[in-house]
């Protein structure tokens, strides 16, 4: 079973919209696709106000009309599940930032849902700052970085990248986090985060299976402590990533150690985002055998969606 469970779509920094996404996965042979946005669970609802179909919104695959969006987009080749899930951004101790994936949650019960309005919140503020700062040096406009951000997206660096390299001020989204939009430029404005402790809390009370993205990525400049795991596993944390293109391979070695040490849950996966990244669907898989012990401990169920 080929099961890539850690992409991202037009509803935060991807460039694909579900639909668009989940056609190319079956393309690309894919049997289960993970759609795991950042800081929102918009992705993994049906809209409160079903409209008219409109190919140019991004729609999550628990509206009505997804069929037709798929349809638009392509077709399915083949069957496939969609794992929900949401990425959010973490902070650690030693200011190091985590992502956290938070598979199969049942957001009804909102200890998830209140940590992602508040980080919407900021991350809209953040923005703001953002453009203030690199307008004064560089060609950039509010509404343009705005533009970017679809309905009900959760607005991030990417997009401020985005409308950047539009201007021709970098090449690509890899240019400007090299050159102006890392942590350490003085065009950064950081943003509230929760704790990891706080995400795996929240996950686990909302019925989610916690396991950590990329934590040993030391080229984008995170790189989690191997001292926290004892703890980090004490708090419930699930499983990690291993095979990621962010770790090198020391560092799968490393996390493959520790998810032997502590019984984790192994995990790979491509974290797609369509044009913004060059990472390419399924070039990092999820074992089955982890993918079954999500679907063991998750509160909420994979959405089959047919040709
Ligand atoms: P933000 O959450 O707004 O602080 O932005 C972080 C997002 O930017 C991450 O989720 C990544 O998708 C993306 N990102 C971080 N570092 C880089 C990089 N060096 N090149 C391209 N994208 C990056
Ligand atoms: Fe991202
Ligand atoms: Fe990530
Ligand atoms: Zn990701």
Not at 155 to 166: K, T
Not at 212 to 238: Q, Y
């Amino acid at each position: 079973m080929r099961i890539d469970p850690h992409t991202h779509s037009t509803f935060s920094d991807g460039t694909d919209t579900p639909a668009e996404l989940l056609v190319k996965a079956s393309r690309a042979g894919l049997q289960v696709l993970g759609l795991t946005d950042h800081d929102t669970s918009v992705h993994l609802q049906a809209p409160a106000t079903p409209g008219a179909f409109d190919p140019a919104r991004p729609l999550s695959p628990w509206a009505e009309n997804f069929g037709q969006a798929l349809r638009a987009a392509g077709g399915l080749q083949a069957e496939i599940a969609v794992l929900p899930g949401v990425e959010i951004s973490c902070d650690a101790p030693a200011e190091v930032g985590v992502h956290l994936l938070a598979y199969l949650p049942d957001l009804s019960r909102g200890h998830l849902q209140a940590i992602f309005d508040r980080a919407q919140e900021t991350r809209r503020e953040r923005l703001e700052a953002m453009i203030d700062l690199l307008s004064r040096d560089f060609p950039l406009h509010r509404e343009q970085v705005w533009s970017k951000v679809a309905p009900g997206a959760t607005p991030g660096r990417p997009h401020l990248a985005d409308a950047l390299v539009e201007n021709g001020a970098f090449v690509d989204r890899s240019q400007a986090f090299a050159q102006v939009l890392h942590k350490r430029s003085s065009y950064y404005v950081p943003r509230w985060s929760p704790t990891i402790f706080e995400g795996i809390a929240a996950t686990r009370a909302d019925g989610g299976v916690p396991i950590i993205a990329h934590p040993f990525a030391a080229r984008k400049g995170n790189k989690l402590s191997p001292d926290l795991f004892g703890d980090l596993v004490e708090a419930g944390l699930a499983g990690m990533e291993i095979w990621h293109r962010d770790h090198s391979a020391e560092e799968r070695q490393l996390a493959a150690q520790l998810c032997e040490k502590y019984g984790l849950l192994a995990s790979g996966s491509s974290d797609y985002h369509g044009r913004g990244k060059p990472n390419e669907l399924g070039e990092n898989l999820m074992p089955q055998a982890t993918f079954e012990g999500i679907l063991t401990q998750g509160a909420s169920s994979l959405l089959t969606l047919r040709p």
